[in-house]
């Protein structure tokens, strides 16, 4: 059996109950195939896959904490220290009912190629909770991640872990979290991402998940003699990466007919209104029935269905295992040209490949929503110097960071032979580099 193979049966084997994790894996090692079979005798003699899907740490913890009522309620706190070969651990806080082990790890596994195309030094990792904010209040909140960070606080750092938001965990988490590493560990440092601008943030870290996604899917287009001005799309989400999705979107002269919660979609034919989602979503914190209170010729509907809207453009940005199958078969038969991932791991396994067999070019996540931790890594600079960078600085690096991935992973596909497959491309272009250091740096 090949090295790949025997691999991905242990991590299925080793990691039973984690379907998210083996997905992953499966993922990323099935288009590792051509660089393990060059190298697979020195590769297998350096245990060199079996170190790459063992994290080098997970942190499991409890989260006690006094809800509005005098109830103490308890959470699971998560923090998965996956690979260091190139940088201090680097991922954001999950907090979400759904979160557990095996998402983690699948976050924090692809955390380590993500992180590695973005050509800035910075590990993989990933954390959070069972913890939902949802309908909680400012107070709860914060007493949830005041107790959070009193256990996170004694493995994270500026030079060994930086934790940043991720579904749940926006300005208002970090700010809280930000406070207490600060109470209890005296020091004002760079230890967190995605800070307020008044106290260490870095001016387009908001914005840079879903413009550097635009920007990704610009060139990707552009390399495909594809211009993206004039075409439609469908989104899927209406959190961070959603809202700043649709308004580089539509900046780009893309009209974004849908958009989405965990309850219903909203499909509005003259394009989402980005002002009104954001009152709606980032002030009011509000469902999107709300929405037709501002857009009358809207529509509301129930459940899922973002996909099944004719569009030029897919861009889910929601959450994992999101556009299925089936959804994939409605994008194709309704002419759909593109799919890039703003979400991490949106699109199943068999949707993945049913796209790309269709030709229809897709970009994964790990590549296209890639500029969200870049930008981290660019407020870790600013951090470390004192000094802070305009917004158009940090964006100028951001449309870079985006354009070379983008061509790295392009370059790399052709390299093996799978030209135009990005999902190859971006798993061997993230790779090199981390195995590179991995056997730099020995027996670690
Ligand atoms: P937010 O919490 O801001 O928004 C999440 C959005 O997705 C909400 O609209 C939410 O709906 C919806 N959603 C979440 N879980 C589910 C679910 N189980 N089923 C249906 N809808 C769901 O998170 P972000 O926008 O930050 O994150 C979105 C995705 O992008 C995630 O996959 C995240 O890992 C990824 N990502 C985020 C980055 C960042 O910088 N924030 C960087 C790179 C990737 P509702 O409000 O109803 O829950
Ligand atoms: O999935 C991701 O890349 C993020 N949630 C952002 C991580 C970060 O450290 O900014």
Redesign the pocket.
Known sequence: MSYVDEMIEAVVAKNPSEPEFHQAVKEVLNSLRPVVDANEEKFRREALLERLVEPERQIKFRVPWVDDKGQVQVNTGYRVQFNSAIGPYKG?L?L?P?VNLGIIKF?GFEQIFKNSLTGLPIGGGKGGSDFDP?GKSDREVMAFCQSFMTELCKYIGADTDVPA????T?AREIGYMYGQYKRLTGLYEGVLTGKGLSYGGSLARTEA?GYGLLYFTKEMLNMNGIDIAGRTAAVS??????IYAIQKAEQLGVKVLTC????GWVYDPDGIDVAALKEIKEVKRARLTEYKNYRPNSEYHEGRGVWTVKVDLALP????N?LHLEDAKALAANGCIAVAE???M?TTLEATEYLQEQGILFAP?KAS?AG??ATSALEMSQNSERLSWTFEEVDKKLQDIMVNICHNAADAAKRYGFDKNYVVGANIAGFEKVVDAMLAQGVV
């Open positions: 954001g999950r979400h759904s976050l949802k938001g991720d579904i749940g926006g998940t989400g209406s959190g961070n990466v959603a989405s919660d965990s309850n940005c929601a959450t994992q999101e703003g979400a991490n949106p996540g929503n969200g931790v």
